[in-house]
């Protein structure tokens, strides 16, 4: 029989990705999805369709992580072997904005999500294994390199939030013998990855700028460093935690760190045009207290998972820049045609 999996989160970037995997590997893949005024399931339009049609590879099902009878009720419904807890407020900047929603998505989300779980397991009797979507937010001050002892010193509401999560998955673990696990992973992007994010918002504006549909791009900090990976990579890792004997907790990181400057200057070298030229500073985004220096130290999982990024930093640039002057061209072609819509698209 087939296992089957819950994932929380799963029209954001992770989720697309771990779906397709779990999908690949035949498990009967549940998502928990908003619901939303408009479409937001770009991301795994490729897998979902018409839940009367047999062979859709995954089934959808409405909930909010802020609200704990929806999830007990589809937890009963999917009777998942495996949840991952993808769901959140991730966006660093925007805790600031908005502490207590982030909190009460993040860290009281997650421990709704734990207790209905705990009740289920009581009820039915199934062993179920739970993946907990931890952040390199969460080491924040702390010197690199930062691996799975050092301690933590989050430095916005979203990485204390996130710290509330990983004690609470902690403390499940040990009252209640759950096999449930902490993954500590570092930025990882895509072509999926948000546009408000900084990679994808330098590589959206470059292809629009080289294509001459944007003129300049407004940016904060340049100076901070990130240990960036490509999310395909990473959710090879989620899935590698819940395969194993025991639940533990893992960094999940390339072992590099590059300045957003660095990104910059080499997304805009790629197409041949300077960044200088274009990129304007500005006050907004900056963060009210900033996450310097993350590098990871991922030497636990690479042991103990057998886990490795496959896409290093060039590589990942390239794909998101190629896709994205892709996405400019299209968008051209259609203002070209009289049309004024900004068009999406998938990678
Ligand atoms: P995204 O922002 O792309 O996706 C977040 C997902 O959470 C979306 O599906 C979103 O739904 C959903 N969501 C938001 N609020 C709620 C809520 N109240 N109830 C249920 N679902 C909700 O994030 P990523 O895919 O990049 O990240 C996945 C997880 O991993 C997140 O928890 C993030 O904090 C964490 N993480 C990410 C890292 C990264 O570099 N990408 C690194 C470390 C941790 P909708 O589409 O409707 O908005
Ligand atoms: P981060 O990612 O905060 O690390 O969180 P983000 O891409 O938002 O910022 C990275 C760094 O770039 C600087 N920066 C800007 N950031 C944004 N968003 N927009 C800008 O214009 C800009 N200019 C400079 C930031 O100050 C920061 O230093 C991501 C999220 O996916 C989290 O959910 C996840 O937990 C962590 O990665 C690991």
Redesign the pocket.
Known sequence: MSRSALITGITGQDGSYLAELLVSKSYEVHGLIRRASTFNTERIDHLYGDPHLSGVPIRLHYGDLSDGTGLRRVLELVKPDEVYNLG?Q????VSFDQPEYTADVVATGTLRLLEALRDYIATSGKQVRFYQAG???MFGAALPPQNEKTPFHPRSP?AVS?VAAHYFVQNYREAYGMFLCNGI???HESPRRGE????R?ITRALGRIKLGLQEKL?????E?K?DWGFAGDYVQAMWLMLQQDQPDDYVVSTGESYS?RDFLESAFNYVDLKWQDYVEI?KR???PS??DF?MGDSSKARQKLGWKPCVNFDSLLKMMVDHDLELAKREKTLINAGHKVICGGRW
């Open positions: 959140a991730s966006h660093v900047r952040s390199s937010e979203y996130k992973l570092f930025n408000t994010f900084v990679t918002k407004y940016l904060g900090n340049l901070a990130r957003v500005d985004y900056f963060r900033e996450v993350l």
